[in-house]
């Protein structure tokens, strides 16, 4: 196999279009993880046992299940159910759900380690 450099050329702005996309889907699910994590962390420690349960497993089964297999599942499992999401709405979904439960595990253990008063 012989390095063809004008071919390399001649891809780099499908390359260039495909970092600004993964930087795009990468600061978005962030946001979405930073926001979404708070909202589990102050539901699971201001709510009742069966509401912080439910959320305890759930974010127990999100984080148990690997992210290749949640985005497998929200692009091409739910539009067999009718929900149809564009690649990147399901990036960001996907990356948000799947860190949220770990940054809502970050957030509660230090909500929790802070002495009251």
């Not at 127990?60 to 290749?68: D, G, S």
């Not at 960001?92 to 929790?112: D, M, Q």
Request: glycine letters at 10%; proline letters at 3%; aromatic letters at 14%.
């Amino acid at each position: 196999m012989q390095w063809d450099m004008n071919f390399a050329l001649s891809i780099l702005p499908r390359l260039y279009e495909g970092v600004l996309i993964t930087i795009q889907a990468t600061v978005l699910g962030a946001l979405f993880a930073f926001s979404f994590g708070l909202v589990l962390a102050v539901s699971r420690i201001a709510t009742g046992r069966f509401v912080s349960g439910t959320i305890y497993w759930l974010s127990e089964f999100i984080r148990r299940t690997p992210l290749l297999v949640q985005l497998y599942f929200l692009f091409f499992l739910l539009p067999e159910a009718g929900i149809v999401l564009s690649p990147l709405t399901a990036g960001v979904i996907g990356l948000g759900l799947h860190y949220s439960t770990y940054t809502a595990e970050v957030y509660r253990a230090g909500i929790e380690n802070v002495d009251k008063g």
